[in-house]
């Protein structure tokens, strides 16, 4: 049976009101198509997990499709706040938000032990921190050979996993590149895996230790040509830095930030619409 299909059928099909919803993405490859399509199709009490969460997951804050957040660091990269999310967090608009903060070394660690289906993860970071003191999550183990304190916490293993990528080809192996963060871990961590891609080529032509993901750990592939924007996509696209300027001001302000969503993503069709769109309604000004 083919992997590949729309991205609404995806969504559709494998992610279900209160899921547990890793998007991942470091810098670039941030699957912005797939989060849009979450809020079209009004996904409700998601929780989601993600070491940096940005823009999209402020989206999708705001939209109402969120309970929980797990996370490491959150913010408007080069900008400032989530302004979506610090609402929820103090105010409970447009609904409560548990969150659930980790380190960077404690949650790549977590996604790792769940990719190698054990039960916890275990590391020094957390020796002299205070983050134990809000993570109840986090305990101690005494280590049997050394009998050194050690700091563990569960396994990550998200019921959906969605990343974004360049290439897959026919079978709906996926081939990533460049700056990549814990996308590998969280796809294998997952139960069910959502892959959007740049292009569906013939044959993929990785070089030696290039990022492959086989067929059978993805349940869909899904072909969003600039499904990253406005992130953006290594060898395919440049990093729309107007529009990061710009959420600021919209994300402030709740009836800003409502009319946005119902311009932008649920009153388009796709994110090709939606892209095609903002691309023509951005107030000029600095790029760089």
Known sequence: MSKICSLKEAIARIVKNGDSVAMEGFTHLIPYAAGHEV?????RNLTLIRMTPDLIYDQLIGAGCVKKMIFSWGGNPGVGSLHRFRDAVENGW???????????????????????NLPFAVLRGHIGSDLPLYNPQIKWITCPFTDEKLAVMPALNPDVTIIHA????????????????????????????????EEIVV??????????????????VCKVPGGAFPSYTQ??????????????????????????????????????DYKAQLEKDLIPGDTK
Do not use: C
């Open 235 to 272: 060898g395919y696209y440049e990093r729309n830095n107007r529009f990061y300027q710009q959420w600021d001001p919209i994300a402030r302000d709740r009836e800003r930030f409502n009319q946005w969503i119902h311009d932008y993503v649920m009153a388009v069709e796709n994110f090709a």
């Open 166 to 197: 360049q290439q897959a080809d026919q079978q709906g192996n996926v081939f990533l590149w460049g700056i990549v963060g814990v996308q590998k871990q969280a796809v294998l961590a997952a139960e069910k895996v959502i892959i959007t891609v």
């Open 94 to 116: 447009p609904q409560p938000l548990e969150i659930q903060e980790h380190s960077h070394a404690d949650m790549a660690s977590t996604y790792d032990a769940g990719a190698a």
């Open 39 to 43: 809020i079209r199709q009004q996904k």
């Open 203 to 220: 044959k993929l032509n990785p070089p030696p230790n290039g990022i492959v993901l086989p067929h059978w750990v993805i349940d869909a």
